[in-house]
């Protein structure tokens, strides 16, 4: 479903000067699907171009009503290189965040008049803001991320309280779309269903003046986490942990009501062992 970036671009890089609408119309087409291919979506190599986009681009009347926020969200969390491990960027990734103090932290980034300076005024609509606190998968075909805000609530202004187990979809990870012919909205029923009730899903954020995590939340958090992510700061700092004043007289809110969402983990070794029997049982 791809076709060679050079020779695609070759036959759309100039518009006829004569070009009645429907051309002009072609060739629009066109160069959106070099931009989701080479910039969007972007592949390891860069040099191909998707034809996926294809029924998306059939009216471009109707672009604007898909959500490519999230299904870049589900690419880029599925697709995105983890090759660098052990790079320097990750390794001053993690000694900046062990650095960091109660103060610097920004529980708001996007907030800032940085932000909001380039982004566009419709983004900011209350329709569209309930979507980022809406506890829903973000689908970018095969590719399925679940958008479990609950544990991020100080980005949205309000209080942390202990936060649902992390969602396990392993079973959801190992797919890539190849291995048969397919028709994702049906073999994904489950996962498409809940984002077409993504409104009912949207969780309520009371804001304070002060966000960050409860007390109850740190205390936890002291009990299960990790303190450093750099093992030599962990060795280097031996002060105790001490909770914040900060987060004791927090205004304390009503926690989020949950998702009744279950695990999807890998079993795939295991069933293939129960299939094919082991050494023992023969």
Known sequence: MTVCYTWF???SRVLPADASEETVRIYARAYILMLLSSQLFADKNANRVHLCWLPYLASLDELGRYSWGTAALAWWATYLPRNDVVGERVMFARLSLDRLRVHDFVWEPYSSVEVVAVI?????VDEHRRLWT?????????????????RVLPQFGGVQHLPQP???IDWLHAKD???GDRWFPKYFQEWHEHWENRLYLVIPVDRVLDPGPSAEYLDWWCRVAHRFLFPEVAFQDLRPIVLIEEARHRRSSQAPSKVQVYDRPDNR?????????TRTTD
Not at 269 to 277: A, H, L
């Open 269 to 277: 070794r295991v069933d293939r062992r129960r299939r094919i029997g």
């Open 120 to 124: 566009h005024s419709e983004i900011l």
């Open 166 to 168: 992390a969602l396990n």
């Open 177 to 179: 779309g190849r291995g």
């Open 134 to 150: 809406a506890i829903t998968s973000l689908i970018y075909f095969a590719a399925i991320e679940w958008h479990q805000v609950d």
């Open 9 to 11: 671009h070759e036959r």
